[in-house]
């Protein structure tokens, strides 16, 4: 059962020592994940600890593992907050850092390690780290221990949620402790919430480009494609441009985005799961007030989008700085990229799904092999995008792409529609370990690295705990 009163409980008794720190002028240092929870969690606990005059630094890290724990710990800082990651090596901190760390994430964690004064964990709490509760909630609440005026901070936590792909409450809906994080930024006006057309771009693209920027669901045939969007729609007859300007979705009316919908519908036609598709198009919605309408911000989904890209593509630093607030520099730098990001996964999905030697049915697990196609970067996206295909949606997706040296990157992600019981988390710790490899995750989104010379055994591996 959900304990929020037991997981403030915690957060006070972790209070303490952070105050001692920022109080002796003793050297923080904050290490989080480069994704957009990553981003956006330790954002939150950076601002916080800044407003409080802090001597802190904050750090990204693409992984974390013994190496790089031995590595930061010679660093000497006085106290280390890890958020978004670690949770799996609780013991390996304990042994490098003595009690000079506190873990704050929502990944599974060992029943061992849950009573652990210096962790605070999602799971610990009753909390599914997986649809209820992301880093960058866990890292909100945090915030409001430390001080209640950081309540502004909810917008960050709703972002990170959704970009964790944790709406996964009735009609995309955010539930458990992020719903809680999401009324808090309700409540301060921050932002609304409202049921609507779910499309990317809604609030600042043209019609026809938020349809074909759509990935999830991924809408085939037109995802990725603005000229084939654009033909279907200016045969529907749908109004695009008012007074010689393109209008957005948001500016339809609700006759025109249900014409707009039957549309979609027609493209898609008989296509397997082409129904279920159509229905995830409707939604919450939650729009940033005070977020200029013209840019990726406003929508929170879109805002998430964006710092992905920056995560992925190199530039955490660019999404950071956007989460502190700069509208400059940084967010044009952060457009920019976001574009490359949409070009290079519209790439690679059109490698992986034009060459059918890529793609491994094995009952409800299908095996793509991105290799040369797929950038290690992107692999994740790429994975989740097809899981949400409509040909993929009752499927596990499991994908590879090569990393550096002779590694293999491992992806996975759970289909929506997908009927039976995995935890993929589990399933690529084990899967992975069985060829000397790591990973882990969470049951429904997980991955490993493995020496690309053991790709066949590890396939083995996944085949048999999933569709054996």
């Known amino acids: 059962m959900a304990d929020l009163e ?54 990204t890290v693409p992984d974390l593992d013994p190496k790089t724990v031995g590595e930061l710990a010679s660093q000497g800082y006085d106290l280390y907050i890890f958020v978004d990651l670690a949770s799996t090596l609780v013991s390996e901190i304990e042994a490098a850092l003595g009690g000079k760390y ?17 962790v605070v964990n999602a799971w610990a ?49 955010l539930t458990g402790l992020n719903r809680a994080a999401l009324e808090v930024a309700q409540r301060r006006g921050l932002v609304t919430v409202s049921n609507d057309l779910m499309f990317t771009g809604r ?3 043209p019609v026809h480009e938020a349809v074909a920027l759509t990935s999830t669901p991924y809408l085939k045939g037109l995802t990725g494609s603005k000229d084939a969007v654009l033909a279907v729609l200016h045969q529907s007859g749908l109004a695009l441009k008012e007074g010689g300007a ?25 296509e397997k799961g082409a129904t279920e598709a159509l229905a995830s198009l409707f939604g919450e919605v939650y729009s940033f007030q005070f977020e200029d309408p013209f840019t990726p911000l406003r929508d929170a989904r879109e805002f998430g989008t964006l ?53 491994e049915r094995h009952g409800q697990l299908v095996l793509v092999k991105g290799e040369g196609v797929v950038d290690e970067k992107l692999l994740g996206p790429v994975i989740s995008i097809l899981a949400g295909s409509p040909e993929f949606k009752d499927k596990v997706v499991v994908g590879s792409a090569a990393s550096r040296g002779s590694d293999l990157k491992i992806s996975s992600r759970v289909g929506d529609l997908y009927d039976g019981s995995v935890n993929l988390g589990l399933i690529m710790r084990e899967a992975a370990e069985e060829v000397e490899g790591v990973g882990g995750g969470h049951a429904m989104a ?16 996944v085949v048999a705990r999933i569709a054996g």
């Open 6 to 59: 037991g997981l403030m409980q915690r957060y006070q008794t972790v209070v303490p020592r952070v105050m001692e720190s920022v109080f002796g002028g003793k050297r923080i240092l904050v290490v989080t994940h480069i994704d957009a929870d990553g981003l956006c969690s330790g954002s939150v606990i950076f601002s916080a600890l800044m407003r409080k005059g802090a001597n802190a630094t904050l750090r």
């Open 102 to 118: 506190i873990v704050i994430d929502h990944h599974e964690i060992a029943e061992g390690d849950r009573d652990n004064r210096s």
């Open 125 to 173: 709490f009753g909390y599914d780290g997986g649809r209820e509760a992301c880093s960058s909630t866990m890292a909100y609440f945090f915030a409001v221990a430390l001080d209640p005026s950081n309540s502004d901070l909810s917008l960050l936590a709703v972002v990170g949620a959704l970009a964790d792909r944790q709406d996964s409450g009735p009609g995309r809906s």
């Open 203 to 205: 609030e600042t693209r």
């Open 246 to 270: 393109w209008r957005t979705i948001s500016s339809l009316s609700a006759d025109e985005k249900r014409k707009l919908t039957e549309v979609v519908a027609g493209a898609l036609g008989a």
């Open 307 to 359: 710092l992905n890209s920056c995560g992925r593509m190199g530039v955490p630093s660019v999404g950071i700085s956007v989460c502190l607030g700069d509208r400059s520099a940084a967010l044009r730098d952060a457009m920019k990229t976001l574009s490359d990001y949409r070009s290079g996964i519209n790439k690679a999905l059109e490698g992986v799904t034009s060459d059918p030697t890529r793609i």
């Open 446 to 461: 997980a991955g490993a690295k493995i020496q690309s010379s053991r790709a066949e055994a590890f396939s083995k591996a």
